[in-house]
């Protein structure tokens, strides 16, 4: 059982969708006590979650309240994740390289990682005079997305292989419907303000990087390097409203050279892949409840690149909803 409120009355609850807010929505009833299947179009293992680079990053959303409440909640969960063998969850040293010294400006959601503090001199790449460190997650998701699922089971939760062209054939199945279908809940909730957001990772292999690096000070163009146990994810390719999930070359020719350029271990590493998915983006992040003629619909989407960051915080509010449906 988990620390999230205990249900009154056990429900049958369907999640439809299986990315991070989905499977970890889906953990989080289950624990809670309710019956749940996990409604999936893809095999959870090829989620442009199950994808991601899995890192806790503090990227602001709206409400930015909300987000900040829900990535403490996250950060806190991850941490003791970390402890445990087989998830997945790793907590690294990270640097973040900034133009300036942001002092009292530092955002509230980076004032949520653990040991932040200024960078000295010897801890910044040549060229570069300001950075902070810190501790932050980094979630395999090549390993956390089996262990979610073996969580899910051991709470009697079920995963199901099932399209859906409509809410309703949810509701046929169970009072309660959780709708984390991400870019479908376009068409699923009637909701027009959801949009792809396009993704890219050039993935390459480790040659003994162990901590978390990016590039801040270029303005509006991030560079990330994110370390895995054999693998790295190379990060700095996001185009709002791109439907064409195909990577882009001219990009990651980009992306390699500018990690490359603050991290020179890369110079000979091997590119293994290019990793690519088109993430839900709006205006807010919705996570809320809809009472319908043939029960309750509890909607969580639109997380864009922070459905990381917030999964946990997020998944709590989708248990507190269900329980008060």
Not at 117 to 144: I, K, N, S
Request: glycine share 10%.
């Amino acid at each position: 059982m988990s620390d999230l409120e205990s249900p009154s009355t056990p429900r049958d609850v369907v999640v439809l969708g299986a990315g991070i807010i989905g499977l970890t929505s889906a953990v989080a009833l289950a624990e809670a006590g309710h019956q749940v299947t996990l409604w999936t179009a893809d095999d959870p293992a090829d989620t442009t979650s199950a994808r991601s680079a899995g890192v806790w990053s503090p990227i602001p959303q709206a409400p930015l309240d909300t987000t900040i409440a829900w990535a403490s909640r996250t950060m806190r969960a991850f941490c003791d994740l970390s402890g445990r063998p087989g998830s997945g969850v790793s907590m690294l040293e990270g640097l973040t390289l900034d133009a300036t010294d942001l002092g009292d400006l530092l955002p509230a959601l980076s004032r949520l990682s653990p040991d932040l503090r200024p960078a000295t001199p010897d801890e910044l790449p040549e060229g570069f005079a300001h950075g902070r460190r810190y501790r932050v997650p980094v979630v395999d998701m090549e390993h956390y997305v089996p262990w979610m699922l073996d969580r899910l089971e051991a709470q009697g939760g079920k995963v199901r292989l099932q399209r859906v062209d409509s809410l309703d054939e949810a509701l046929a199945m169970a009072p309660v419907v959780v709708n984390a279908t991400g870019l479908a809940a376009r068409d699923l909730a009637g909701d027009p303000t959801v949009r792809p957001l396009f993704c890219q990772y050039v993935v390459t292999d480790n040659p003994g990087l162990d901590r978390v690096l990016v590039d801040a000070s270029r303005g509006g163009q991030w560079v990330s390097v994110i370390p895995h146990h054999d693998r790295v994810h190379l990060g700095g390719a996001r185009v709002g409203g791109r439907t064409d999930p195909r990577p882009d070359r001219e990009l990651a020719s980009d992306v390699l050279r500018w990690c490359r350029e603050i991290e020179p271990r890369l110079r000979n590493a091997r590119t293994i892949r290019v990793d690519t998915g088109l993430l839900p983006t709006r205006p807010t992040m919705r996570v809320e409840a809809e009472a319908r003629r043939d029960g309750l619909v509890v909607h969580a989407y639109g997380h864009a690149t922070g459905g990381i960051t917030v999964s946990w915080g997020a998944a709590a509010d989708v248990v507190r909803l269900v329980a008060a449906g």
